[in-house]
């Protein structure tokens, strides 16, 4: 591979057969789960928000 110019090159990725990967990827996708939903601090943004074109 040497003779066509390519050279080997060694990549680090996370271990996805530990149990730290496990709780840390269902942690995480819970967190995408519940993405849309509405909670309080988005509606006090919106209360206090004005348009921009209303200023």
């Known amino acids: 591979m ?26 995480q996708a819970s967190l995408v789960a519940r993405a849309d939903e509405r909670g309080d601090d988005q509606d006090f943004i919106e209360a206090i928000s004005t348009p921009w074109d209303e200023e």
């Open 2 to 27: 040497r003779e066509r110019g390519l050279r080997p090159l060694q990549v680090w990725v996370s271990d996805v057969r530990t149990e730290s990967f496990a709780a840390e990827a269902h942690r």
